[in-house]
């Protein structure tokens, strides 16, 4: 028989026990993790911290830098003066020595102007050395007194300096043509490789105007090369006149090549910030070709000793970067500065003495003064 008293009853107390089981889950579960939380925090505390005794080394580092081999000396040669090409006795490739014959010019109208040179100077010898005879006779007729007068000696002694200039030029202009008949044997300015030829026989060529747009040839000395680099700023302390770097090309995968640094630019490039540096390269066997792109290795050893701490010590925060000292069982945050890095270690700088122990992993949230427990030094 339904009776609603009963019947309610019992939709509470199902009620009753359906809200009671997730309290007391949560209860369990809360109670639970609590317990865990608090044994962590007891691990935590009881777990040893790392640290280092601060000692002081020498970092061993290099740095890879791009460089280009060109060569120790390049010329693009011109004609003087304006000729044809008569004949070339090189080509592209030719080893050429110093003062060798490259190519023979020739110019008609040179000649000519030679040759009418010539015979002014043989004009104006003769008006001089007449002009002279006439002076000499005046000045030994003048000697008897009241022969010649003052005046007439002065005009002849100057009619014939006069003289003299005019054959002197005359021997002036005979010599510039005569300089430029020379030009005519375009000849090498230093021992070196032919590069580049870009006239053939009978071009017309001169200094300015058609036929100067291109050199006739182009000489690079290629027994000895330049290795030229851009070290940044930044290191730029680390090369000196002395120093030595290896190098390697892509011509050549696995064999090293060495250099010795011998000019250094003593400035900073304005746009890029950085030295020009320039190193010799013996090249007899002609291996190297001006223009390849190496691959530097400078050596940066540090002149002297410094901190060096795992990189995990040193801690950048938003505000300054520090270290973590152990002073009396408690944390020190002590300010430094860093330096370069290498293999896992970078240098330090800052109020540090050696023998400190420093935390060998810090972070920000170790407070200044915080207790540290259970740190164990290691090396």
């Known amino acids: 028989m339904y009776h609603p008293y009963t019947n309610n009853m019992n939709s509470l107390k199902a009620l009753a026990i359906t809200i009671s089981l997730p309290a007391t889950l949560f209860f369990s579960s ?12 007891t691990a ?27 060569a120790y000396q390049q010329v693009d040669i011109y ?14 490739g030719t080893e050429v020595s110093q003062g060798q014959l490259l190519a023979t010019m020739e110019a008609p109208e040179i000649s000519s102007q030679l040759a009418g040179a010539e015979s002014r100077i043989k004009s104006q010898e003769a ?40 054959w002197d030029a005359g021997k002036a202009a005979y010599r510039e043509i005569s300089d430029n008949r020379n030009y ?21 060529v001169g ?59 003593g400035a900073l490039d304005a746009r890029l910030r950085s030295q020009r540096i320039e190193m010799d390269v013996i090249n007899n066997d002609k291996k190297l070709l001006p223009g390849m792109i190496a691959e530097v290795n400078i050596p940066m050893d540090a002149a002297d000793s410094t901190f060096l701490v795992p990189k995990a010590a040193v801690v950048n925060s938003t505000v300054n970067v520090f270290v973590v ?9 002590v300010q430094v500065q860093t330096g370069r890095e290498a293999d896992g270690k970078i240098e330090i700088y800052g109020n540090l003495n050696e023998g400190d122990t420093i935390l060998a992993a810090a972070n920000e949230e170790i407070r200044e003064g915080a207790e540290l427990k259970h740190v164990k030094t290691g090396k």
């Open 30 to 41: 809360c109670s639970h993790t609590e317990g865990k939380s608090e044994n962590k925090e």
């Open 44 to 70: 935590q505390e009881e777990a040893a911290v790392a640290a280092i005794s601060l000692q002081k080394g020498k970092l061993t580092s290099s740095l890879q830098l791009p460089g280009e081999l060109i």
């Open 79 to 92: 004609a003087k003066v304006s000729s044809f090409v008569k004949k070339l006795h090189v080509d592209v």
């Open 127 to 166: 008006v001089y050395l007449a002009s002279k005879a006439n002076y000499d006779r005046l000045y030994n007729t003048s000697l008897t007194p009241g022969t010649v007068s003052k005046n007439d000696l002065d005009i002849a002694q100057a009619r014939m300096k006069s003289d003299l200039a005019q």
């Open 184 to 204: 005519l044997e375009i000849r090498a300015p230093f021992s070196g490789v032919i590069s580049a030829r870009n006239v053939s026989a009978g071009a017309y």
């Open 207 to 265: 200094p300015t105007g058609k036929g100067s747009e291109l050199p006739l040839f182009t000489l690079q000395e290629q027994k000895k090369l330049r290795l030229v680099i851009s070290v940044p700023e930044s290191y730029t302390a680390y090369l000196n006149s002395s120093s030595e770097v290896k190098f390697n090309v892509k011509a050549f995968t696995g064999q090293q090549f060495t250099a010795k640094v011998n000019r250094l630019s």
């Open 325 to 333: 000292r152990v002073t009396n069982g408690k944390a020190e945050r």
